[in-house]
């Protein structure tokens, strides 16, 4: 594969792959994935992923505040995340949103701190990581009043209207491992419609398993680990349905994910 890569969700910095991080990211290297988006989830994993270092894959980081960690936010985290940003620029804001999915989550506190990192994402002028479940209505409110230069939309899940309004504020949107499930039907035509200048890719790991892992797998009630070699699995998969060839894939998702990010960091 001469064309590079970029996996724009990758969470390698958790430390279900600190036994063998530096293994996975040289076998990324051989297949010219070089470079991964690592969003963190909240205040506790800052310190671990500014530190996060390798030789052979580049990582543009994203600091901020998880939805579905909602319960270990507090408000000083804010303040804490206005002092990083404003100390060292990142790749992104990330990952943030609303989660309406998951049970027993606040949303006006998911809304309240939402809004709040959009409004530090304007004021350092950098893209968003977004996470929605279920929400993607109230998203794209908060995001038309609150108006930025734009991010990932990862994993993207919405219809084809919630893409076209996501790109019209400058949004790319993520697709993952669930593009190889072969019951994903809803993906799999999400997949095939969507403008080729709207799509990155990304693994998501260590969730989301490609459909190689999964149908491996013995214990059916323990996903396998993801990891960010198998981005050449969802490049493949998305290539056979949208009649292209995985080159014209690569090179147009590396491009779209390169627009948006601010890759001076
Ligand atoms: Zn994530």
Partial sequence: MP????DT????????????????????????????????????GWA????LNSSVVHFFKAFGLH????????????????DLLNKDRPAALGEIGLDFYLK???KQ??????????????????????????????????????????????????????????????????IGGAVTWPQARKIRALAKDLPSNSIVLETDAPD??????RSRSKDKNRPPRNSPEHLIEILDTLARIR???????AIRSTENALSILNTNS
């Fill in 3 to 6: 064309q590079e890569l970029i």
């Fill in 9 to 44: 969700h990758c969470h390698i910095d958790f430390n279900i792959f600190d036994h063998d991080r530096d293994e996975i990211l040289e076998r990324c290297h051989q297949a010219n994935i070089t470079k991964i988006v690592v969003p963190s989830v909240e205040y506790s």
């Fill in 48 to 51: 671990k992923l500014a530190a």
């Fill in 67 to 82: 939805p579905a960690f909602l319960n270990n936010h507090q408000d000083a985290h804010l303040d804490a995340l206005d």
């Fill in 104 to 106: 027993g989550l606040d």
């Fill in 109 to 174: 506190r998911q809304n309240y701190l939402f809004v709040a990192q959009l409004k530090l994402a304007k004021k350092y002028q950098l893209p968003v990581i977004l996470h929605v479940r279920k929400a993607h209505d109230q998203v794209l409110e908060c995001l038309e009043s609150n108006l930025i230069q734009g991010g990932i939309v990862h994993a993207f899940n919405g219809s084809l209207d919630h893409a076209r309004r996501y790109n019209m504020l400058g949004f790319k949107l993520g």
């Fill in 208 to 213: 989301m398993a490609v459909e190689s892992l």
């Fill in 243 to 249: 009649k292209s060839t995985p080159e014209e894939i």
